[in-house]
């Protein structure tokens, strides 16, 4: 008998190494015929799949964690993401913000129970821990990002969330190992670095990633714009009610506008040029803001190894030249990411065809806005089984736009080894509501002259 | 008789053969009928254990994770110790065989050193990587904690070749002493405090004298260095040398006070107790000597379990040693600081010109080379001066267990590598001009000179000439902290440092 079994184990190991050996040969001849063409498709680019509407499948109950309008807006955009999609949970720090967004869903004839809607810093455990929840979409201000990612990734949920996914290298380590640890059991993460979800920018990436502007030699990346939002400080608020109230103008929760509109642009730059970059220099500073304790306006020189630089601006005045994209210059050409590669005469070689509209008229928009693209991958993603995950590549480039802001607040060259091993960690050590005993000066590089 | 005494000597003689002989039919054997079945037959545990005569691996296997674990699965030895197939298996197994009956035919094992065996740069010679993972999938369990996060992110990411060893060194073998965390009661038994100095020694002329350490019990001897002239570095006639020893150049040197021995552990501790800070921010911002901060708990066992006291304090890093200089000084109110390279090869030299202060050279006791390994050398007058190699059985010794050099001092060379306060560069005698006064090494550069070899050195890295430097990054692969530590090394375990103390004005 046991004489058997071996031969039955050598034999099955043989008989597995011959249909191995098969594969192996039928994937070189595919290669082979592909590497005639010399074209790379969509799959081989880890391109994610443009949809018309997520499939049908089970239905997802979703739980949106931080009401604001962005994650209202999310909350939105993944329930008209296709069939069967429903939010049925609510988390925010404040409760007027829960019941507006409750509200708006009311007024779409979609109830959220009461008792699945909760209020505090500790809400978004509650919340996880509802049994029947599949997908939580994540949208608080990034200083929390981390841990709620975490938390999901513990209770098994499939995750949205929203860029930039920490505001410090401590959050950036984590995010990282909580997207390997939902790796590791099968958790699909979507981010919202939603132009790796336009199919202008795919089909763009897809000629450049096939050679089309030949090797590509510098780049530069911005985001110009006017002023934003910000809220003056009302009576009775104390310290942290405040600050929540007025993130988007405190780096601790926001991590500055370079992270939090910025970060989109040196994301596209990071995919095309297939990696992050070695070191940055910069500078910024803080001319006409007049809450919290940021900049308007950065600028960036990104090395990224080979003799590749690329030029990062951003800056938020009103009355500027004004505008945002990226642009990739290469030996054979240029191109501005979006939709459109020029030779280097300036004649364009290859533009992007838009969609018509339902009277045939030229459109400059895609039918399908990213922002809802995003939610119909990962409700793909989670109803056929093809697997995506995010966090990863979103929180390199977090954290390259960490490394930039590091270098214009302190003046100095800042490497990604030296940042991705940074114990920075903003914010207070205990988050709760009361007085905030920190300073919030405003970040000086270098040192002073002496008289 | 007389047949019997040429049989041996024919044998001595031929051992290399033999050996060669008999590694070549057991590699032979395994290559030849490498068939499943004696793969298998030479690969259980049972089989292992039939040659393998130190019960006590089999013991703590079986008390270790890797035996004793809530999943009730047995790891067995091969899964570690051999890499997985399609990794080189067969000929792993073939070279380890052969160590084996070598080892069985040639060797005592009652004489084996197991514990140095199990330290991290033995064992990593026959623990697999490979089969680590093959085991080991997933890096990232839903358990692990933010440490662990850190850690395999920097596996991940580190271009250091890194083992799973290096943290998880008691998964195979259960050891109660291995600790991988932050070792948070290091240093804070409470010393009888009977009778602690109010005040340092008053050092009126230039001789030795007993320094107190004011606020402690502890002292240490300083040993007075007259001022001269010597010829630093090795002529290029020295046998073993390297480079970077030359050119010999002619050095004078001012008078100084040197210790006698390595900063022992009972002196480090107490800079350690006086100084220790909870983080690293609040070391580096704190660059105010009046208020100096010093090193953050350290991570595992600095001392490796062999006792503190008077045996050299290691693991430390040059900065850490630095600032205990500063320390000193302020304590004591003398200059302390580390030895310039010049000064620390003047004084291990003690005016000799030869290798080694003591008789002889480094052909002679160096144990590199096949003869010398099966032959062995004439090494007693080594041994008495310096621990090394082979008489250190791969630890430190307390000073005790050697004679001085002839300015008194002990430990220059071997027992561990002393820093010094210079950059290295492998060229930095050539810069020098003859008859250079206190020469201080480079103006810039990256690592520090480290001096006169350690326990685990060869004999030619003895010789009162030999340099070497720290390697800040290798020495610092294990530490899983993000960012590593900036006062203790994970990955250096035979570095420590001896202080000198500069002579003041109003000294006769």
Redesign the interface.
């Known amino acids: 008998m046991e004489n058997n079994t ?1 031969k039955s184990g ?1 034999n099955r190991r043989r008989f597995l190494g011959s249909t191995a050996l098969a594969g192996i040969g039928l994937l070189g001849a595919s290669a082979l015929i592909s590497g005639c063409k010399d074209v790379k498709d969509a799959k081989a680019l880890g391109l994610p799949p443009i949809l018309k509407g997520a499939p049908k499948g089970k239905k997802l109950r979703a739980g949106l964690i931080g009401c604001g309008n962005r994650g209202t807006g999310a909350a939105l955009n993944f329930i008209s993401a296709g069939p069967d999609l429903h939010i049925v949970a609510l988390s925010d720090v404040f409760q007027d913000r829960i019941d507006a967004t409750r509200e708006r869903f009311s007024k779409l004839k979609m109830e959220i129970p009461a008792e699945n809607c909760f209020s505090g810093f500790d809400g978004y455990k509650k919340l996880m821990a509802l049994p029947d929840l599949d997908v939580v979409l994540l949208a608080t201000p990034p200083q929390f990002r981390p841990e709620h990612f975490k938390e999901a ?2 209770q098994n949920k499939h995750v949205f969330m929203e860029k930039p996914v920490a505001v410090d ?1 401590v959050g950036i ?2 995010v ?2 909580s997207a ?2 939902a ?3 099968g958790l699909n993460v979507v981010t919202g670095t939603q132009r790796r979800h336009q199919q202008d920018y795919i089909e763009t990436y897809q000629q450049i990633a096939n050679g089309a502007i030949g090797k590509l030699v510098s780049a530069r990346a911005f985001w110009n714009q006017n002023h934003v939002w910000f809220r003056t400080r009302e009576e009775g608020w104390d310290d942290m009610t405040y600050m929540l109230r007025n993130w988007n103008n405190f780096v601790w929760l926001c991590g500055d506008h370079i992270l939090d509109t910025h970060v989109h642009n040196i994301d596209v730059i990071n995919w095309f040029l297939g990696k992050q970059p070695e070191s940055a220099i910069g500078y910024g500073g803080r001319a006409r803001r007049l809450t919290g304790d940021q900049y308007d306006f950065f600028s960036i020189d990104f090395d990224y190894g080979g003799g590749i630089f690329s030029h990062s601006m951003c800056r938020q005045i009103d009355n500027c030249a004004n505008g945002t994209g990226e642009f990739i210059m290469g030996t054979e050409g240029y191109t501005n990411c979006a939709n459109t590669i020029w030779n280097l005469d300036g004649a364009v070689k290859w533009q992007f065809k838009y969609p018509k509209d339902e009277n045939d008229n030229e459109t400059n928009h895609l039918k399908i806005p990213a922002y809802v693209q995003e939610h119909m991958h990962l409700v793909y993603a989670i109803r056929t089984g093809e697997y995506v995950n995010q966090a990863e590549e979103t929180a390199l480039s977090t954290l390259t736009a960490i490394m930039a802001r590091t270098a214009a607040y302190t003046g100095k060259k800042v490497t990604w080894e ?1 940042i ?4 920075m960690d903003l914010g207070p050590k205990e988050i709760a509501f009361g007085p905030v005993d920190m300073q919030f000066e405003v970040p000086v590089p270098g040192t002073a002259h002496k008289a | 008789m007389k047949f019997w005494k040429s049989f041996h000597s024919i044998l001595s003689v031929k051992r290399f053969l033999l050996l060669a002989i008999l590694a070549g039919i057991s590699a032979g054997i395994i290559f030849v009928i490498a068939g499943n079945k004696t793969v298998k037959y030479t690969s259980t545990d049972k089989y292992c254990a039939s040659c393998h005569v130190h019960p006590h691996a089999e013991q703590s296997w079986k008390l270790s994770k890797h035996y004793d674990n809530d999943a009730g699965i047995i790891i067995h030895c091969v899964d570690c110790h051999l890499p997985p197939e399609g990794h080189g298996m067969l000929f792993a197994k073939a070279k380890h065989g052969a160590t084996d009956v070598y080892g069985i035919l040639f060797k005592d094992s009652s004489e084996f050193n197991w514990l140095a065996k199990r330290k991290l740069e033995k064992a990593r010679k026959f623990v697999y990587v490979e089969s680590c993972v093959k085991c080991h999938q997933n890096l990232f369990p839903k358990t692990l904690t933010v440490e662990g996060e850190n850690a395999h992110l920097s596996f991940l990411t580190s271009k250091a070749e890194v083992s799973c060893l290096n943290c998880h060194l008691d998964v195979g073998h259960f050891d109660p002493n291995f600790k991988h965390e932050h070792n948070k009661n290091f240093g804070v038994t409470a010393t009888q405090s009977t009778q602690l100095f109010t005040e340092s020694t008053f050092v009126t002329n230039f001789v030795n004298f007993t320094e107190k350490i004011p606020g402690t019990n502890v002292t240490f001897e300083m040993v007075a260095i007259p001022g001269g002239q010597f010829l630093m570095g090795s002529p290029k006639n020295e046998k073993l040398r390297k480079p970077d020893e030359g050119p010999v150049h002619s050095v004078k040197l001012s008078r100084f006070f040197m210790a006698k021995i390595e900063v022992s552990w009972d002196e480090y501790l107490e800079f350690f107790k006086a100084t220790s800070s909870q983080g690293r921010k609040e070391a580096e911002e704190n660059k105010n000597v009046d208020a100096i901060s010093g090193p953050t708990p350290p991570w595992g066992a600095p001392d490796q379990g062999w006792g503190k006291g008077t045996r050299p304090a290691i693991t430390m890093t040059w900065k850490a040693a630095n600032t205990y200089c500063q320390w000193l000084t302020k304590v004591t109110g003398k200059k302390y600081r580390l030895p310039t390279e010049a000064e620390w090869e003047y004084a291990a030299r003690g005016g000799s010109k030869a290798p080694y202060f003591f008789e002889g050279d480094a052909r002679q006791y160096t144990s590199a080379g096949f003869f010398k390994k099966i032959l062995g050398a004439d090494t007693a007058t080594i041994q008495s001066y310096a621990v090394y190699k082979e008489n250190s059985q791969s630890q430190a010794m307390e000073p005790a267990s050697v004679k001085a050099n002839p300015f008194g001092l002990k430990n220059m060379l071997g027992n561990v590598y002393e820093f010094c306060s210079d950059f290295y560069s492998p060229v930095a005698y050539q810069a020098y001009q003859k008859g250079v006064v206190n020469p201080k090494g480079p103006k810039k550069g990256q690592e520090h000179v480290i001096r006169g070899g350690s326990y685990k050195s060869d004999a030619k890295d003895l010789r009162s000439a030999a340099r070497d430097f720290t390697k800040t990054k290798a020495w610092l692969v294990t530490d899983p902290q993000m960012p590593k530590s900036v006062w203790w090394y994970s990955d250096s375990n035979d570095v420590g440092f001896r202080v000198v103390c500069e002579v003041d004005k109003n000294i006769k």
């Open positions: 071996d050598i990734v513990l290298p380590r984590s990282i190992a390997k640890k790796q590791a059991v030296e991705y091993k940074s114990d």
